[in-house]
């Protein structure tokens, strides 16, 4: 398996590398056309006597520069040699020896009866272009040596027609020559282990700097959330202390009128209002204790219980709050055994129901546990005003609350809670690996459903399936179509 992994991880930084050998050569090539054709010119000037050859010649140099340069221009770039370096490499070979040819024609071109010093301008010039090759070339020493090859048949060709058409001492001279060449090759061979020491110094470096950038930047985005949360944490707690004092101030005065208050009806009903105030303190303590939960990254605490059990209690807590609001609170029966945190489904459902009775203000709340698809989902009901289909996310964000004109008239328009209720429902069903939905219709009502986890499902008796039309079981209501 290791070998496996880095046979890709080898490859990838081969290609790399090649990538960056073919950007050098061709970045030089382009800066190079100017010398060699002025070299070009210089020795035509020199060989000048020998007539229409050598304007062939400067011709077929001239063509071939300006040809190179249009091709480099145009056919190209990084980009594209980033996508075949393969490809790039055997076009420059393709393209460099004609090159190479073109030169070791002057070889050919010195006739036997010319001068030494013509010979020797010849040979120099060779000298130097072979020189440059190692610079231009040296990147890459497969084409380097496609390069070199040329002149080694060159002048193995020299030798053998020397004193036959061309001078006698090019053969004399044929030893020094191809040592020159091989020197050159030798030293080529070293500088394309250095480039390729220096391109891979220079990709390592490349990698610590986006690497950097991207810790810099998971460091960044991890200050800001954390300047987040604690803006958010800070909102909370001056939340928390407004909402809080409230029905603590209003329980005060109750109790300090209620001695004072002698007709029975009157104090009965002072006394309920302390008990309403005692109720949303409760209720804001308990959001405060679920929110301080996830706070502190709690993990779940599963094992198997009968979701029933969980019912009942749910019902003893909400059906007093339903029933005084005029609500008929029921719960379906469910045979259902679960694994899952009893504590945090137990805050789950509650916050659901809560909100439900608060903001519904005739008909009921139903809870119900069905099948969908082989998964468990439990459903809370009501009768409600329904959200607008535009608010169904915005209302699972902390501190955001549903504008209820008959909540608002029957508290005088002050803020009910602290609209945290559905942020934590989502955050504490994430931490059980459940998912939370809601469909809803205005003026008919809404469904919260949440969806357990299959294998949190121990025991699925046959329980009513979820139909596409279910009418809640409360009278005068329309249905809810799901």
């Not at 200050?223 to 800070?234: D, W």
């Given at each position: 398996?290791?070998?496996?992994?880095?046979?890709?991880?080898?490859?990838?930084?081969?290609?790399?590398?090649?990538?960056?050998?073919?950007?050098?050569?061709?970045?030089?090539?382009?800066?190079?056309?100017?010398?060699?054709l002025?070299?070009?010119?210089?020795?035509?000037?020199?060989?000048?006597?020998?007539?229409?050859v050598?304007?062939?010649?400067?011709?077929?140099?001239?063509?071939?520069?300006?040809?190179?340069?249009?091709?480099?221009?145009?056919?190209?770039?990084?980009?594209?040699?980033?996508?075949?370096?393969?490809?790039?490499?055997?076009?420059?070979?393709?393209?460099?020896?004609?090159?190479?040819?073109?030169?070791?024609?002057?070889?050919?071109?010195?006739?036997?009866?010319?001068?030494?010093?013509?010979?020797?301008i010849?040979?120099?010039?060779?000298?130097?272009?072979?020189?440059?090759?190692?610079?231009?070339?040296?990147?890459?020493?497969?084409?380097?040596?496609?390069?070199?090859?040329?002149?080694?048949?060159?002048?193995?060709?020299a030798?053998?027609?020397?004193?036959k058409?061309?001078?006698?001492?090019?053969?004399?001279?044929?030893?020094?020559?191809v040592?020159?060449?091989?020197?050159?090759?030798?030293n080529?061979?070293?500088?394309?282990?250095?480039?390729?020491?220096?391109?891979?110094?220079?990709?390592?470096?490349?990698?610590?700097?986006?690497?950097?950038?991207?810790?810099?930047?998971?460091?960044?985005?991890?200050?800001?959330?954390?300047?987040?949360?604690?803006?958010?944490?800070?909102?909370?707690?001056?939340?928390?202390?407004?909402?809080?004092?409230?029905?603590?101030?209003?329980?005060?005065?109750?109790?300090?009128?209620?001695?004072?208050?002698?007709?029975?009806?009157?104090?009965?009903?002072?006394?309920?209002?302390?008990?309403?105030?005692?109720?949303?303190?409760?209720?804001?303590?308990?959001?405060?204790?679920?929110?301080?939960?996830?706070?502190?990254?709690?993990?779940?605490?599963?094992?198997?219980?009968?979701?029933?059990?969980?019912?009942n209690?749910?019902?003893?807590?909400i059906?007093?709050?339903?029933?005084?609001?005029g609500l008929?609170?029921?719960?379906?029966?469910?045979?259902?055994?679960?694994?899952?945190?009893?504590?945090?489904?137990?805050?789950?459902?509650?916050?659901?129901?809560?909100?439900?009775?608060?903001?519904?203000?005739?008909?009921?709340?139903?809870?119900?546990?069905?099948?969908?698809?082989?998964?468990?989902?439990?459903?809370?009901?009501?009768?409600?005003?329904?959200i607008?289909?535009?608010?169904?996310?915005?209302?699972?964000?902390?501190?955001?609350?549903?504008?209820?004109?008959?909540?608002?008239?029957?508290?005088?328009?002050?803020?009910?809670?602290?609209?945290?209720?559905?942020?934590?429902?989502?955050?504490?069903?994430?931490?059980?690996?459940?998912?939370?939905s809601?469909?809803?219709?205005?003026?008919?009502?809404?469904?919260?459903?949440?969806?357990?986890?299959?294998?949190?499902?121990?025991?699925?008796?046959?329980?009513?399936?979820?139909?596409?039309?279910?009418?809640?079981?409360?009278?005068?209501?329309?249905?809810?179509?799901?």
């Amino acid at each position: 398996m290791p070998t496996a992994t880095a046979e890709p991880a080898d490859a990838e930084l081969e290609h790399a590398i090649l990538v960056e050998r073919l950007k050098l050569i061709y970045g030089m090539l382009r800066n190079a056309n100017a010398s060699t054709l002025l070299l070009s010119l210089l020795i035509a000037v020199f060989l000048r006597h020998e007539g229409v050859v050598i304007l062939w010649w400067l011709g077929w140099q001239i063509a071939f520069k300006v040809t190179q340069v249009i091709d480099l221009k145009y056919r190209v770039s990084d980009a594209l040699i980033e996508q075949a370096p393969q490809r790039y490499t055997y076009r420059l070979i393709l393209w460099e020896i004609p090159q190479a040819m073109a030169w070791c024609c002057l070889y050919f071109l010195i006739p036997a009866s010319s001068h030494p010093a013509e010979c020797f301008i010849v040979l120099i010039s060779l000298a130097g272009i072979v020189a440059a090759s190692t610079t231009t070339y040296g990147p890459h020493f497969g084409v380097l040596a496609s390069y070199l090859s040329v002149y080694y048949a060159a002048t193995g060709l020299a030798v053998i027609m020397a004193g036959k058409g061309m001078p006698a001492y090019l053969g004399e001279t044929a030893t020094v020559i191809v040592l020159y060449i091989t020197g050159i090759g030798y030293n080529g061979y070293k500088n394309a282990a250095a480039c390729r020491n220096s391109i891979l110094l220079g990709l390592a470096n490349a990698s610590l700097a986006r690497k950097l950038e991207q810790e810099a930047a998971s460091a960044r985005a991890a200050h800001r959330l954390a300047a987040e949360a604690n803006e958010a944490r800070s909102r909370f707690l001056a939340a928390v202390a407004h909402d809080l004092r409230q029905p603590m101030q209003a329980i005060a005065l109750f109790l300090a009128t209620l001695d004072s208050i002698a007709e029975r009806s009157l104090r009965l009903r002072m006394i309920g209002q302390a008990q309403e105030a005692l109720t949303g303190a409760s209720d804001m303590l308990d959001m405060l204790l679920d929110f301080s939960r996830f706070e502190t990254g709690m993990a779940a605490q599963k094992r198997v219980f009968p979701l029933q059990d969980l019912f009942n209690h749910l019902e003893i807590e909400i059906a007093g709050s339903a029933e005084a609001k005029g609500l008929v609170y029921r719960t379906r029966e469910t045979p259902a055994l679960i694994n899952s945190d009893p504590v945090l489904l137990h805050s789950i459902l509650r916050n659901l129901l809560s909100n439900a009775v608060r903001y519904t203000q005739t008909g009921g709340v139903l809870i119900a546990a069905r099948r969908r698809m082989g998964e468990l989902v439990i459903e809370v009901w009501d009768t409600g005003r329904g959200i607008a289909e535009d608010q169904h996310e915005a209302i699972f964000e902390e501190f955001r609350q549903i504008d209820d004109p008959a909540q608002q008239q029957s508290h005088g328009h002050q803020r009910q809670g602290l609209g945290l209720g559905l942020a934590i429902v989502q955050r504490l069903a994430w931490v059980i690996g459940a998912r939370v939905s809601l469909q809803s219709r205005i003026d008919q009502g809404s469904v919260f459903r949440l969806t357990l986890p299959m294998e949190d499902t121990v025991s699925l008796p046959p329980l009513a399936e979820t139909r596409r039309e279910a009418p809640l079981p409360f009278p005068h209501h329309h249905p809810l179509e799901l």
